[in-house]
């Protein structure tokens, strides 16, 4: 597609139970983001994928939360046992990386609401 | 450490003024990035400008200009002669340069309201 593709768009989920949010990156992008954008915070960085590069998961909040890049594309952030304060817009977004690194273009995101 | 401070929470002008959102940053890198996005209501973030911390020359693209300070560690943004379609939400964001770019530290963006 022309950009980043992200679903479900909402979600409103049960505490306690697990969610999973899928993003589709550019074609031909090789890094991938996952932000998350609480309300009236700014964004907060959760975990970057580079090629096959191992995940750089420094920004993840807790061990319910994980994510994987299958292929090189899709991704599908996970969590696990959702908690009320997991309710936030989940973005993410995607770049060349490496040398030919450009500014990343994000999905519209998709809002958790967890009750 | 890393942060990015943008003090005006809203800021409200009326259509045709100029307004200036404040950007403050700190880092302990000597040599990033740093960015502004826009995000209307429709709530994706749209990219707007990547300066790295080399260039301290001023830059403009139609209404928009940004003043980068480095003796400051300011990089405020400036929309002349501002339109309804400008209101927004606008973050200023830190990067690194090389390898994670994107891995960006966000402030908590400014919200503008132009009013017609």
């Known amino acids: 597609g022309a950009g980043v593709s992200q679903s479900p768009s909402n979600k409103v989920t049960e505490k306690g139970k697990d969610v999973e949010l899928r993003c589709d990156p550019i074609s031909g992008h090789t890094a991938l983001y996952w932000y998350r954008q609480s309300l009236g915070q700014g964004l907060e960085f959760l975990i970057y994928?580079?090629?096959?590069?191992?995940?750089?998961k420094s920004g993840l909040p807790s061990d319910r939360f994980s994510a994987e890049r299958t292929g090189g594309s899709v991704s599908t952030l996970t969590i696990q046992r959702t908690q009320q304060e997991d309710s936030a817009v989940y973005l993410c977004?995607?770049?060349?990386?490496?040398?030919?690194?450009?500014?990343?273009?994000f999905g519209q995101g998709t809002r958790l609401t967890v009750v | 450490a890393q942060k990015v401070t943008q003090a005006q929470t809203e800021i409200s002008v009326v259509e045709k003024e100029d307004v200036t959102l404040d950007c403050v940053y700190e880092t302990r890198d000597t040599t990033y990035y740093l960015f502004w996005y826009k995000q209307p209501p429709s709530g994706e973030l749209v990219f707007l400008i990547r300066r790295n911390s080399f260039d301290e020359q001023n830059e403009i693209s139609g209404r928009y200009s940004w003043n980068f300070q480095k003796s400051t560690s300011s990089f405020n943004f400036t929309i002349t002669a501002s339109q309804v379609v400008d209101s927004a939400v606008y973050f200023c964001?830190?990067?690194?340069?090389?390898?994670?770019?994107?891995?960006?530290?966000f402030g908590t963006g400014t919200l503008l309201a132009v009013q017609p």
């Open positions: 994928f580079q090629g096959n590069s191992a995940p750089d």
């Open positions: 977004a995607s770049s060349m990386g490496g040398e030919r690194s450009t500014e990343a273009f």
């Open positions: 964001a830190l990067g690194r340069i090389g390898g994670a770019t994107n891995k960006l530290i």
